[in-house]
């Protein structure tokens, strides 16, 4: 499974706020893909109704797609403040890498909301143009 599959896989689970359907994976349309950075548009197949974009970051070099070494209801680390914490999603490995951080606060939500929100309406010129990554050879 390819970083985008496992990306549509992830928003397909998630629901839609205008009809409550869950998306569909041909609602998730990659805009644009640079260096594990993805650009999504979401939209709900059943109403129409778009949900809006996500970027999305995927650490290069990982491919978790046969790595199926754990139960998700199995809980991965003991014995520290992540202990019973279970999640599908992630690998034991990336649980134990991600444990040495502490886990995301309410704080640290506003702080990313108000960089978001900082970048205006044309938060697009933030992002590579594709003239820049076909210079640098990263043109996907």
């Not at 939209?43 to 650490?59: I, K, L, Y």
């Not at 491919?63 to 998700?72: T, W």
């Not at 209801?73 to 040495?100: H, M, N, V, W």
């Not at 502490?102 to 900082?118: K, L, Y």
Request: hydrophobic share 30%; proline share 4%; aromatic share 8%.
């Amino acid at each position: 499974m390819d970083h985008f599959s496992i990306i549509q896989h992830f928003f397909s689970r998630l629901r839609c706020q205008s009809c409550h359907e869950h998306f569909d994976e041909d609602g998730i349309e990659l805009v644009r893909e640079n260096e594990g950075l993805y650009l999504v548009r979401v939209s709900c197949c059943h109403c129409g109704e778009e949900a809006g974009m996500a970027m999305v970051g995927v650490e290069q070099g990982t491919d978790r797609s046969d790595d199926h070494s754990h139960d998700a209801q199995t809980p991965l680390i003991s014995g520290s403040k992540y202990q019973g914490f279970t999640d599908p999603e992630l690998t034991p490995a990336e649980i134990r890498r991600l444990s040495q951080f502490d886990p995301v606060s309410n704080d640290d939500v506003i702080e990313a909301h108000r960089f978001f929100q900082g970048l205006g309406h044309d938060w697009r010129k933030h992002l590579p143009d594709e003239q820049e990554q076909a210079a640098t050879g990263t043109l996907q």
